[in-house]
T-cell receptor, first 115, second 115 residues
């Protein structure tokens, strides 16, 4: 079965703190893809990153970094030096070859950055 | 730059009404999806379509139907709206998932209230 678990429902941090959002997935696919999306208060989901199952290199983009570990089926997302504009709901998602192009989403983590 | 457009941001409908939610994409994608988003439940797949006139049930299709007469348009239909269908509805358009840099593009969402 395909499943994405985001155990953290809500997180609050003070501005400039670092914060890590956890994502654990289950899949029977050997080839699969992992994503992170941001949903600001405006409602539209914004794509942040895509990772395929063969590429375990961590990635850094500005203040954002992602840690993909197949051994623990995790794809965690860290925001360094958080800012108020980072306040949003963040979704982790999974898509696999067996399931075609379906995206399976976690329940989301609501991040609040306090000034 | 607009890629996925949903016809309404906010809708208020009465119980028992037939409701149409429209979604149009301009990326020539075969795959289109309808999700509903509720607090604590994340995004749940209602229906999806891999091609014109093709439709597949997602995880929660009861009370909904869809129509895909043209490639760029995917409509969600609430046959007889009920209060438990009050939710945020999100449309997504996705290219072939195994292609480099494929991601899901989302519309801005329609917040439907059934009274």
């Amino acid at each position: 079965a395909q499943k994405v678990t985001q155990a953290q429902t809500e997180i609050s941090v003070v501005e400039k703190e670092d914060v890590t959002l956890d994502c654990v997935y289950e899949t029977r696919d050997t080839t699969y893809y992992l994503f992170w999306y941001k949903q600001p208060p405006s409602g539209e989901l914004v794509f942040l990153i895509r990772r395929n199952s063969f590429d375990e290199q961590n990635e850094i983009s500005g203040r954002y970094s992602w840690n993909f570990q197949k051994s623990t089926s995790s794809f965690n997302f860290t925001i360094t030096a958080s800012q108020v504009v980072d306040s949003a709901v963040y979704f982790c998602a999974l898509s696999g070859v067996i399931t075609g192009n379906q995206f399976y989403f976690g329940t989301g983590t609501s991040l609040t950055v306090i000034p | 730059d607009v890629k996925v457009t949903q016809s309404s941001r906010y809708l208020v409908k009465r119980t028992g009404e037939k409701v149409f939610l429209e979604c149009v994409q301009d990326m020539d994608h075969e795959n289109m999806f309808w999700y509903r988003q509720d607090p604590g439940l994340g995004l749940r797949l209602i229906y999806f379509s891999y091609d014109v006139k093709m439709k597949e049930k997602g995880d929660i299709p009861e009370g909904y139907s869809v129509s895909r007469e043209k490639k760029e348009r995917f409509s969600l239909i609430l046959e007889s709206a009920s209060t438990n269908q009050t939710s945020m509805y999100l449309c997504a358009s996705i290219g072939p998932v195994d292609r480099q840099n494929t991601e899901a593009f989302f519309g801005q969402g329609t917040r439907l209230t059934v009274v």
